[in-house]
């Protein structure tokens, strides 16, 4: 049985919750100038791109399309719920109800959650897929949810679901666990299907 290195655990997380925090901040403080907000999320997203080619050359093409399927369903989620009332985003310009952030804080949302899962799992040694999936929605059911409460008391959006949690409703955290789930399991086919060896979304070890 491998060891598990706690100090690098913690270290990971720690990481994990300053980027989180520190984006929320942004958001949250600049929400107003939403255009602001989705060029410098664009900008972002960008350079990940780069890097990840720059690394990794080709072979990034499930990390790109869990970042594509999670921007897609992202916005198809805040319009039906922006249409129906369940919550709604503040100082927008003019009769807007949509930020234009927000596909790009989706698609990062997936990249934060791939890569913390890819570095976590090192460090714990999961290398089972089921278990994998399983750690995955502890992490998805976390992280997501404290991003949430942050912008929120930033007054950047509302809920207006009930049974609620330091701002985000009990059905806000339940729908983000099955949103990314969804993603999740599609990857998982989609790596089946065509054989690729992902650290995450198939059975292959994870080498230090």
């Avoid at 655990?9 to 994990?16: E, R, T, V, Y």
């Avoid at 100038?33 to 990840?52: E, T």
């Avoid at 999936?133 to 059911?141: C, G, M, Q, R």
Wanted: positive net charge; proline residues 3%.
């Amino acid at each position: 049985m491998r060891i598990i290195n706690h100090t690098e655990f913690f270290k990971i997380l720690g990481k994990a919750f300053a980027k989180l925090l520190l984006a929320g901040v942004i958001i949250g403080l600049l929400h107003a100038h939403d255009l602001f907000v989705a060029f410098i999320l664009a900008l972002h997203l960008l350079r990940k791109f780069y890097l990840m080619f720059r690394k990794n050359g080709n072979n990034n093409y499930v990390l790109i399309l869990g970042m594509v399927l999670t921007g897609i369903f992202g916005v198809l989620a805040e319009k039906w719920g922006i249409y129906y009332g369940y919550w709604e985003y503040h100082d927008l310009s003019g009769s807007r109800t949509f930020p234009y952030w927000l596909p790009f804080a989706w698609m990062l949302s997936f990249y934060f959650i791939y890569d913390l899962e890819l570095k976590l799992l090192k460090v714990i040694h999961i290398d089972v897929l089921k278990y994998k999936i399983i750690f995955a929605l502890i992490i998805v059911a976390v992280f997501p949810t404290i991003g949430e409460m942050i912008t929120i008391a930033l007054g950047v959006w509302t809920y207006h679901w009930p049974y609620k949690i330091i701002g985000v409703p009990v059905y806000a955290i339940i729908a983000l666990v099955v949103l990314h789930s969804f993603v999740q399991l599609l990857l998982v086919l989609y790596c089946k299907y065509l054989q690729i060896k992902d650290p995450i979304y198939s059975g292959k070890s994870l080498q230090n």
